[in-house]
């Protein structure tokens, strides 16, 4: 199973807008959830690995 980080992304900033209070346990929550909103984001566009593909490397040319 893959995860959606899309819907994870919104979910975190809908409750880093409802931490609204000027009190300290609110603002660490957001402090909290900013790094939590950029790490999903991080990882919602990253690229996948690319692959290498090898090719056979040439021998010595026969003449006939």
């Known amino acids: ?4 980080f899309s819907a994870a ?4 900033e809908r409750a880093y807008h409802y931490l609204r209070g000027n009190d300290e346990t609110s ?3 957001c ?8 790490t999903v984001a ?3 566009h990253r690229r996948p690995e690319a692959g290498v593909v090898e ?10």
């Open 9 to 12: 992304r919104i979910h975190l």
């Open 31 to 38: 402090e909290a959830l900013d790094l939590l909103i950029e």
């Open 55 to 64: 090719f056979p490397r040439a021998t010595a040319r026969q003449s006939f």
């Open 27 to 29: 603002r660490l929550a």
């Open 1 to 4: 199973m893959t995860s959606d």
């Open 42 to 44: 991080e990882a919602q």
